[in-house]
């Protein structure tokens, strides 16, 4: 008897202590952070002029030097999101052609990774026939956020390329013109630079496009299309490309005599996925294979957005997690997430099985410049969403506004108080400012939790949340990195 009211008494005390944790979990105040309410950004404008490349636009640390030498270069350069290119200068409409593009871009990325897969057993290197791939990279609606300026041939000419993590083909527009988009330099004349050389067909540069074809004069020809019917196609060649004064050639690039489809009005992509033909692949010998970024907030910075390859793009003090690989595609920066916290607490339903990638290349998680928004898989974004609600339940809400389906009403507001949210990878939890998940949709006052569900089992860590971290991506050490404060 006496054992058996020993063990009521240790299952009663067990009870009671259970059900005070509980309570003071229930009871313990989310982990909050301040938001400033800042209205949408004011249209960004082109500052540069082809003067200003001699000086601040562009800085490296090395004398004028070809791609042959074994020295290591440092280059840095400003970046303009695109938005500075558009002929719209209503804030809502800008903001709203950036959410189509945002969608294109991730159901673009989502079809590439579903066709990869089901290729079983993937396509190996040189057997590439025809032009049937669709690849994503270039200036589609979907493709790219951010771009740059620099020179293109001998002698230079200075053009607009768009940055993008999520391509690996460098091209750019070319007469003559069988049709060609509106872009804001002339268009590029091969014919009057000294540094331009096609590729005959047989080359092993030809053969690592995904869509190659073989001319009249059995010299190397590409094309890339995209999801939404868009294509650029011409001669494969290799081309120089200046940076002030520091040249980097020949860089094996796309020189596209046909681009139809909807491009914006840069001319051309600087391809920066992980894949042989991008441009950090390229210039290895030159840049040990490191570059960054850091995008800044419009809304609460005047300084300009910048782009550093070299040695000097990996920051001091920046947290770091191990690349992955796809097996059935390499142009991605493939990252492991464990877990996200809202309010200082681990979201319990959000596990790392979630965001597992397979063996056959299905899901996982991807860091990406040109897609704005972050898209979790489905159960991870309910989970984290219902959270965030429970957290912010003191703000007044407003109405579902476009993909987003929890907004605030914080017209009239100077500040407030919203939970904090940190993305859990493996080596490096990294804390969100509120500016990064909790954003201006329209000029009313309206904000809307920047983080979106998706059908596809695989998640991709937008640039919104990547604002004012410098995100550094080291190829040669396998890691990508960010760094809080490495804008400055």
């Known amino acids: 008897m006496g054992g058996k009211s020993d063990n009521n008494l240790l299952f009663s005390s067990f009870t009671i202590l259970l059900l005070i944790s509980f309570s003071a979990a229930l009871s313990s105040p989310f982990e909050l952070q301040t938001l400033l309410p800042r209205p949408l950004p004011s249209p960004p404008t082109l500052s540069w002029h082809d003067s200003e490349l001699e000086s601040s636009s562009l800085q490296e640390t090395s004398q004028f030097d070809p791609v042959t030498s074994n020295t290591t270069l440092q280059v840095q350069l400003e970046l303009h999101h695109v938005d500075a290119l558009s002929s719209e200068d209503t804030l809502e409409l800008l903001f709203d052609l950036r959410l189509q593009r945002d969608a294109l871009r991730s159901e673009t990325i989502y079809s590439l990774v579903s066709k990869a897969v089901a290729q079983n057993p993937p396509r190996a290197a040189g ?6 791939s669709s690849i994503i990279s270039g200036l589609a609606q979907g493709s790219g956020e951010y771009f740059t300026r620099l020179g293109v041939g001998t002698p230079a000419r200075n053009l607009y390329m768009v940055l993008d993590t999520g391509s690996d083909v460098v091209w750019v527009q070319c007469s003559p013109c069988k049709k060609c988009y509106s872009q804001s330099d002339p268009i590029f004349d091969p014919t009057k630079s000294r540094s ?32 939404d019917g868009s294509v650029t196609f011409g001669d494969f ?9 520091t040249s980097v050639g020949p860089v094996a690039l796309g020189c596209g005599h046909d681009n139809e489809g909807l491009f914006v009005g840069a001319a051309g992509l600087l391809g920066l996925g992980r894949g042989r033909l991008s441009f950090p692949s390229q210039t290895a010998s030159r840049f040990n294979r490191k570059f960054s970024y850091c995008l800044v907030d419009r809304s609460a910075s005047s300084k300009p957005s910048s782009l550093i390859f070299g040695d000097a793009a990996i920051p001091r003090g920046a947290l770091f997690t191990p690349l992955l690989t796809n097996p059935k595609l390499d142009t991605f920066y493939y990252v492991e997430l464990l877990g996200v916290s809202v309010g200082g607490t681990r979201v319990p339903k959000i ?11 299905n899901g996982g998680v991807i860091i990406d410049s040109g897609t704005s928004v972050t898209r979790l898989n489905q159960p991870a974004y309910i989970a984290m969403r219902d959270a965030f609600r429970v957290g912010a339940r003191n703000l007044k809400r407003a109405p579902d506004f476009s993909l987003f389906d929890t907004c605030f009403d914080l017209s009239g507001q100077t500040t407030v108080k919203v939970p904090t949210v940190v993305l859990h990878f493996r080596g490096a939890d990294v804390s969100l400012p509120a500016t990064n998940y909790l954003i201006p949709v329209d000029s009313s006052g309206t904000f809307c939790l920047a983080f979106a569900g998706t059908m ?7 640039n919104i949340q990547q604002q004012g971290f410098r995100v550094a991506y080291d190829l040669a050490g396998s890691r990508v990195g960010f760094a809080p404060r490495g804008c400055a």
């Open 127 to 132: 057997r590439r026939s025809g032009f049937s």
């Open 196 to 227: 331009f050389a096609g590729i005959p067909c047989g080359s092993a540069l030809c053969r690592s496009l995904d869509a190659s074809g073989c001319s009249r004069r059995r010299m190397c020809l590409y094309q890339v299309s995209y999801g």
């Open 456 to 462: 596809s089992g695989m998640t991709i860590i937008g």
């Open 351 to 361: 596990t790392p099985s979630l965001f597992t990638m397979d063996q056959e290349g």
């Open 237 to 245: 060649s290799t081309e120089t490309l200046s940076f002030r004064r």
